[in-house]
């Protein structure tokens, strides 16, 4: 966990909040919770403010939600951490959906399930032992082996199509890419391997007319955000940046063009540094130039 690069970036504030919001006993299987504000100021020794600034970067950060009107919070991460194939665990995650009281969260937590249901059955019906040894061996070239349960099982497949070989060019082509970066600044393992890797390829055609997963592609694109947004007076924010940067991607295309747009704009201010002006102008000035 603490190799993400959202959680690498927190301050140390806001990672003790996130810390406790994994760690209290209000958690449940769901991830999906009520608990007062007042609670969490006496258990963290946070003052109001900290813990209201905090949710808000958590949000940003695609971490935790929270909602004002029911009191609840939705750990975005809990099924990564705490869910699994046992039955025992599916039998408690259905008894607790129906009393979340946000709707949004409910359907989300529901969504979820049956997103990792489907994927169990996926990695149960693609992915055989000759492919997780190969891919084991592919996985070790790689720089930062972070978050390897999150590969999934048809990038795993496609990855062993492509051969040990090929993915080694493919891996030392990115390594020289990140020569002169910072830690923070390289993907994880699962990023790189749930479909980046394409991108770093030489005279090796890879299909990309596909479709991308949308739930990959928002991941995507909010990765690149949050390198994107550190780079923005913190006075200038009011917590719709998101909608601001999907608002002015959102033409770009199909799928990996959203995607080599969020990334065009987070590889402009990595290279000009901070700004002086809100996101929300930034943006426009990015969309005229586009333009022009």
């Known amino acids: 966990m603490y190799e993400d690069m959202e959680i690498s970036e927190l301050s140390s504030k806001e990672l003790l909040l996130y810390l406790y919001l994994l760690t209290n006993i209000h958690t449940n299987m769901c991830g999906c919770y009520r608990i007062p504000i007042r609670n969490i100021e006496f258990d963290t020794r946070l003052s109001k403010d900290d813990v209201l600034v905090g949710l808000e970067t958590l949000d940003r950060c695609n971490l935790v939600k929270y909602s004002k009107e029911t009191g609840e919070f939705l750990i975005v991460n809990w099924r990564f951490y705490n869910w699994n194939v046992s039955n025992i665990i599916k039998e408690r995650i259905n008894k607790e959906i129906p009393d979340i009281k946000n709707e949004l969260f409910r359907k989300q937590v529901a969504e979820w399930k049956r997103a990792d249901e489907n994927n169990s059955v996926k990695k149960t019906e693609t992915v055989y032992p000759e492919s997780n040894t190969l891919f084991e061996k592919i996985w070790t070239l ?8 999150k590969v999934t099982a048809a990038a795993i497949k496609e990855v ?9 060019l493919c891996i030392n082509n990115y390594k020289k890419s990140i020569e002169d970066k910072e830690d923070k600044y390289v993907l994880g393992g699962d990023t790189f391997f749930n479909g980046r890797y394409k991108d770093y390829f030489d005279n090796v055609n890879v299909d990309r007319s596909a479709p991308m997963n949308e739930e990959l592609v928002n991941a995507r694109v909010g990765q690149a955000f949050n390198s994107i947004i550190k780079n923005f007076p913190k006075e200038t924010l009011d917590g719709k940046e998101k909608n601001y940067l999907w608002a002015a991607i959102k033409d770009s295309g199909k799928e990996w063009d959203i995607i080599n747009a969020a990334d065009e704009i987070k590889a402009y201010l990595d290279e000009h540094g901070t700004q002086q002006i809100s996101f929300k102008e930034f943006m426009k000035q990015w969309l005229k130039r586009k333009k022009a």
């Not at 790689?142 to 349960?149: A, E, G, M, W």
């Not at 062993?160 to 080694?168: A, P, Q, S, T, V």
């Open 142 to 149: 790689y720089p930062k082996k972070t978050n390897k349960s």
């Open 160 to 168: 062993c199509e492509i051969g040990f070989d090929r993915m080694k």
